[in-house]
C-alpha cells in the first residue's frame, strides 16, 4: 500500500488565484437534451443541496418510476441512501433499483443518462455503484467524476480535492485530512484523486485516470477542446473499466464548461459519479436565493392563533453538527425544549426491549405537549461517537440509534410547523420511515447548501406539504441551524 502523497491546506484566495482567468465570451449551445432524463441515483438526501422545482422519490417500485417517466421532466432524484448500507446490502438495493429504473425506462420509451450523486468528500460505495450501473446500462466510453460541491467549498484543483475548512471559513484542507476520511465505513487516505481512485480499487487493475485541469477549463474554446478529448476516448473491454475523467473544477463556470463539452459530445456514453453542483449544471437549473419564510409558511399569523411548534431531529454526531447544536440550545433557548437520547444506554438494549419502547412513547407525548404549547422540539443523540472497527458493525450501530429516532418521529401526533432533520442518514430514514415520503419536491434552500422538500400525497404521507428541511451534518456554519430555527420563529 504506497503513501498517500501528503498536501498543505491553502488559503482559498490563494488558491483561486493561482489559476488562470477564465476565457471571456459565451459558451456554445450543445445538445445536452438528446442524452435523455437524467437519473439521479442519490446515496443520500442530501444531493438536493443545489437544485429547485424538481422531484425526488424515495422509493423505486416499478408504477412509481412509469408515473415519473410520464411527466416527461428533463430529471429527477431517486434517494437510495446506500451510504447507509454496507457492501453487500448495499449491491443489493441498487442491482434491484437498477433493474426497475431500466425497466420503468423501457416501459415509456425513454431515454436515460444514470448520474451516481455522492458524497463531496469523497465517502460511500465506489466503484461498487459504478460497476453495478455499468452492468445494467454500460457499457460506457468512459466515467466521470466530478465530486465538487461549490456551495460547500468542496472544491479540485491540480488533481488534488480540498474542502473548505468549517471554523475559519477561508482555508482549504484536502479532503484526506478532514474527519470523513476517518469515516468507519468509508475512509480513506487520498487527497489525490486519481491516488484516491487507486486506493479504493486496492491498487489493482487500477482504470486509466483522464486529468482535464483548470488550465483546460479556463482557455480559450476550452469546451470544443474537451469535447474533442470526449470523442476521442473509446472503451477498451480488455481493460477492464473504462477511464475515469477526473474535471478540475473549481467553480461554477468551470463547471459550466464541463458541462457544455459534454453537450458537445452527445455520441460519448459517460457515467458519471459527482457531487451536487454538477446535477444543477447539467439541468441547467439556476442558482434561487434561500426559499424566504413568507413564502414557505404565508403571512404572519397573529399572537393569539395557535401555531404549533417546529420538531428539529438531530442524529449526525460530527463536531460541525455539535457545535451548531450548541449555537441552536443557546441561541433559541426561550422558546426551544431539548429532549436527549442517551445513545450507550439505547445500543445497551435492542429493539424488543420494553424500556426502550418506553422511551420512544414517553419521548413522543412530551414532544407533542411542547409543539402543541408553540414551543420548538429538539430531540438529539448525546454527543459520544460509539463506532466499531469494523466498517459493517459501525454502520449496524448507527442504524439502531436512527432507527429510535425514526419510531419516535412515528409515534408524535402533533403536526409540527415545519420538520429539520440533521444528518443524512438520519434525514433519509425520518423521509422514508418515519414520514412516510415517497415523492417530494424539492422547493428550494432553506439555507445555502440545505435543502428544503415538501412531501406529496403519493403513498399517503404522515404530515403532507409540512416543510421538511434535509440539513446534511457537515454543511453550514456554526450559527446556521439556530438561525435558521430563529427566522422561522418569527412567522
Known amino acids: 500500500m504506497p503513501d498517500p502523497t ?13 489559476l488562470p482567468k477564465p476565457a471571456t465570451g459565451d459558451l456554445p449551445k450543445s445538445s445536452l437534451e438528446t442524452r435523455g432524463t437524467l437519473v439521479v441515483l442519490d446515496d443520500d438526501p442530501t444531493g438536493t443541496q443545489t437544485v429547485h422545482d424538481i422531484t425526488v422519490l424515495t422509493t423505486f417500485e416499478k408504477e412509481v418510476l412509469v408515473d415519473q417517466f410520464r411527466t416527461n421532466e428533463p430529471g429527477f432524484f431517486i434517494l437510495t441512501n446506500t451510504r447507509a448500507y454496507h457492501h453487500n446490502e448495499a449491491k443489493q438495493l441498487l442491482a434491484t433499483l437498477l433493474n426497475n429504473v431500466q425497466s420503468a425506462a423501457k416501459e415509456t420509451n425513454t431515454d436515460i443518462e444514470i448520474v451516481l450523486r455522492s458524497d463531496s468528500t469523497l465517502r460511500g460505495h465506489f466503484p461498487l455503484e459504478n460497476d453495478l450501473a455499468a ?8 466515467w466521470i467524476l466530478a465530486p465538487s460541491f461549490f456551495e460547500g467549498g468542496r472544491v479540485s484543483m ?25 469515516d468507519k465505513g468509508f475512509g480513506f487516505q487520498s487527497s489525490n484523486l486519481p491516488e484516491w481512485i487507486a486506493e479504493k480499487y486496492e491498487w489493482k487493475r487500477v482504470p486509466k485516470v483522464i486529468s482535464i485541469s483548470g488550465e483546460d477549463l479556463r482557455k480559450g474554446g476550452a469546451a470544443e477542446k474537451i469535447a474533442a478529448r470526449l470523442r476521442a476516448i473509446r472503451r477498451n473491454d480488455e481493460d477492464g473499466s473504462p477511464p475515469i475523467i477526473v474535471p478540475n473544477t473549481f467553480t461554477s463556470s468551470d463547471m459550466e464548461v464541463f458541462v457544455a463539452a459534454i453537450g458537445l459530445a452527445p455520441e460519448v456514453r459517460l457515467l458519471y459519479r459527482t457531487g451536487a453542483s454538477f446535477v444543477s449544471t447539467r439541468l441547467g437549473i439556476a442558482k434561487i436565493p434561500p426559499v424566504s419564510p413568507e413564502r414557505l409558511f404565508g403571512p404572519m399569523k397573529p399572537e393569539s392563533d395557535s401555531v404549533p411548534g417546529g420538531l428539529i431531529v438531530i442524529g449526525s454526531y460530527i463536531s460541525r453538527t455539535t457545535a451548531q447544536r450548541e449555537y441552536l440550545l443557546q441561541h433559541c433557548n426561550s422558546h426551544i425544549v431539548h429532549l436527549e437520547l442517551d445513545v450507550a444506554l439505547l445500543l445497551g438494549q435492542n429493539d424488543s426491549n420494553q424500556d426502550q419502547w418506553d422511551l420512544i412513547k414517553w419521548t413522543a407525548r412530551t414532544v407533542d405537549q411542547v409543539l402543541e404549547k408553540g414551543m420548538d422540539a429538539v430531540v438529539s443523540t448525546s454527543r459520544e461517537l460509539i463506532t466499531n472497527d469494523d466498517g459493517k458493525e459501525s454502520l449496524l450501530l448507527g442504524s439502531i440509534v436512527t432507527s429510535v429516532l425514526v419510531n419516535i418521529v412515528k409515534a408524535i401526533a402533533v403536526r409540527p410547523k ?15 420511515e418515519g414520514l412516510g415520503m415517497k415523492k417530494a419536491r424539492v422547493v428550494g434552500q432553506a439555507a445555502t447548501g440545505v435543502p428544503l422538500w415538501r412531501s406529496e400525497l403519493v403513498g399517503s404521507p404522515k404530515w403532507p406539504e409540512v416543510p421538511y428541511i434535509v440539513f446534511p451534518g457537515n454543511v453550514g456554519t456554526t450559527q446556521t441551524l439556530g438561525d435558521l430555527v430563529a427566522l422561522y420563529r418569527t412567522r
Open 135 to 142: 452492468e445494467t446500462f454500460g457499457p460506457f466510453d468512459a
Open 158 to 182: 491540480n488533481d488534488v480535492h480540498y474542502a473548505l475548512d468549517a471554523h475559519d471559513g477561508i482555508t482549504l484542507v484536502p479532503v484526506g485530512d478532514t474527519p470523513s476520511a476517518a
Open 6 to 18: 501528503k498536501y498543505p491546506r491553502i488559503l482559498y484566495k490563494d488558491a483561486e488565484a493561482s
Open 418 to 432: 415545519y420538520v429539520i432533520a440533521k444528518g443524512g442518514i438520519t434525514s433519509s430514514d425520518i423521509a422514508t
